[in-house]
């Protein structure tokens, strides 16, 4: 199959609503994010949590404003796969075999771990995800607070397609990811039973994962499955309810402020840097980062008076 062929089923594929589970599952996000609101106005007496309206509101706008920055992503994705896919794949798997779908689902949600953390641990891509961990609520509203740049994601699945799984499964298969990990976006539901709450994320595992405290930062990457932060060290259990929000708060609802705040504040370090040194540690550094500071000149040593005896 040559590359014009490849791509044009591409975009066939995902042209098709029913393949495109996101887009399926929007009226029930619709309908979740309105049960969740009136059940927490009438429990609000009872129950820490629930709605904030204008921050509901500005997450309904960011993840509407999303789909059409995610659709753009997509189609230059689609372009990118298609090319490995085509030229440097060694095989090419079928789209309706059953493994096909297990590789795309397990892939997609085990490279998601990894950009994931990336994308804490590395300041330039935490510009494009810190917009979805800027609520200081937690509810089904706040997993639609998503980013406008995927870049990152979409760097991060290219394995995928080298492996041989068509370019429109690739997406499908995120797509599934999106629609569970909305799910996991709830004080609501405690925890579950022992078994789910080992292999797979649940509220419980994902509310530490959005907590500013100390214990709780850098923690559950997982998307579908949990298992990921056990196998490598990120998991921590939920002991207290977290503290939402970044580390410092954004305060405000402009949702261009916050998708864009990070990347200024970026560039503000950069014009200060002192060295190449700082520039790379402000850009790739972790969040936070900052050059260390020069040691404190020593005192200089007390000078012996003329002629003073020497003590021992």
Avoid: C
């Avoid at 995902?14 to 996000?29: G, K, R, S, T, Y």
């Avoid at 995927?150 to 799984?165: C, D, H, K, Q, R």
């Amino acid at each position: 199959m040559g590359f014009g062929e490849s791509l044009a089923r591409a975009l066939a594929a995902l042209a098709d609503p029913l393949h495109e589970p996101v887009l399926l599952a929007i009226p029930v996000f619709v309908l979740f994010v309105a049960i969740e609101w009136v059940s927490a106005r009438v429990l609000e007496a009872r129950e820490p949590g629930g709605y904030q309206p204008r921050d509901a509101v500005t997450s309904l706008i960011m993840g509407a404003s999303s789909q059409a920055f995610w659709l753009l992503g997509k189609l230059v994705g689609l372009v990118l796969y298609a090319a490995v896919w085509v030229y440097l794949a060694p095989w090419h798997l079928p789209s309706n075999a059953w493994y096909t779908w297990v590789l795309a689902i397990l892939g997609t949600d085990f490279l998601y771990y990894w950009y994931h953390r990336g994308a804490h641990r590395i300041r330039l891509v935490w510009a494009t995800h810190q917009a979805h961990h800027s609520s200081e609520y937690y509810n089904f509203a706040t997993a639609l607070r998503q980013k406008w740049n995927n870049s990152g994601e979409i760097i991060a699945w290219l394995p995928l397609p080298l492996l041989g799984v068509p370019p429109w499964v690739v997406f499908t298969g995120f797509s599934v990811s999106l629609v569970y990990q909305f799910f996991v976006h709830t004080e609501r539901i405690g925890r579950l039973p022992a078994p789910i709450e080992f292999v797979f994320n649940t509220p419980s595992h994902h509310r530490v994962h959005h907590g500013s405290d100390t214990e709780y930062l850098d923690r559950n990457y997982g998307g579908i499955l949990i298992i990921w932060d056990r196998l490598f060290g990120t998991f921590r259990p939920e002991t207290h309810r977290p503290t939402y929000g970044l580390t410092t708060p954004v305060n405000s609802h402009n949702p261009f402020w916050l998708q864009l705040h990070e990347y200024v504040a970026i560039w503000r370090d950069l014009r200060r840097a002192g060295s190449w040194r700082d520039r790379l540690g402000y850009v790739f550094g972790p969040p936070g980062w900052k050059p260390a500071a020069p040691p404190a000149p020593s005192a200089p040593a007390p000078r012996s008076s003329a002629g003073a005896t020497e003590r021992y």
